[in-house]
């Protein structure tokens, strides 16, 4: 079982729908935890950090708990810019990151 | 403000050649990383400096893999001899005092293509 998990997808969702996805992790040690964004033949680019209290930026919205082990982003309101593979990131101390193998999103005119 | 900094972006070699990836960290950050990229394996640390000292190398594939950090604002990541199984995107990215508050810059990345 991988570290880091997540549903490579794709998500194939319609303009202006809600998607939600999830990243589990296994180390429950693990500190602190981030999405980050990878178009296509680029580099990956944070997206958000993910707090323990959960939090928002724009149409963003991200969830921590710890309890299950579990990381979701939820898209409301989604656009045709937000088709990409996002990566959840695990911190397990300092420069520890453990990458997810990333979920595919396509946004649908 | 300058991101961190790759060359070359593309790179088709031969097998048994030497490769030479460089990269130019964000200035001023004190954490540089080398990552490899590819559909099989997805992002694989190879190595990891701080104060431009390797703190740890044991990403790197083998002893055809090297990594050097002369100093603050240059890193070189080495394949010598290359092979066909080398080929894919090669990352550098630097942070601020390691990852855990700090944001990680990646580069735009190496594209390798051994035949």
């Known amino acids: 079982r991988k570290e880091v998990e997540q549903d490579p997808g794709p998500f194939n969702v319609p303009e202006g729908a809600t998607v939600a996805f999830n990243c589990t992790y296994s180390?429950?040690?693990?500190?602190?935890f981030f999405w980050y964004r990878q178009d296509c033949r680029k580099e990956p680019k944070l997206l958000m950090s993910?707090?323990?209290?959960?939090n928002e930026d724009g149409r963003f919205t991200a969830q921590l708990n710890r309890a299950s082990q579990y990381i979701s982003l939820l898209i409301r309101d989604s656009k045709l810019s937000d088709s990409a593979t996002y990566l959840c990131?695990?911190?397990?101390?300092?420069?520890?990151?453990?990458w997810g193998a990333g979920t595919k999103l396509i946004i649908k005119p | 403000d300058a991101g961190v900094i790759q060359s070359p972006r593309h790179e088709v070699t031969e097998m048994g050649q030497e490769v030479t990836l460089r990269c130019k960290p964000i200035?001023?950050?004190?954490?540089l990383f080398w990552y490899r990229q590819t559909m099989m394996r997805g992002l694989e640390l190879l190595i990891y400096?701080?104060?431009?000292?390797?703190?740890?190398d044991s990403g790197m594939p083998e002893d055809r893999f090297s990594a050097k950090m002369p100093n603050a604002s240059f890193s070189t990541l080495k394949i010598q001899p290359s092979e066909p199984r080398d080929s894919a995107v090669y990352f550098c990215?630097?942070?601020?005092?390691?990852?855990?508050?700090?944001?990680?810059?990646f580069g735009e990345g190496s594209w390798l293509t051994v035949v």
């Open positions: 990215a630097s942070s601020l005092e390691g990852t855990v508050r700090n944001t990680i810059y």
């Open positions: 200035s001023g950050h004190n954490s």
């Open positions: 993910v707090y323990s209290s959960g």
């Open positions: 400096f701080n104060n431009n000292v390797p703190i740890d």
């Open positions: 180390n429950s040690a693990s500190q602190s």
């Open positions: 990131v695990v911190n397990r101390g300092n420069y520890q990151l453990i």
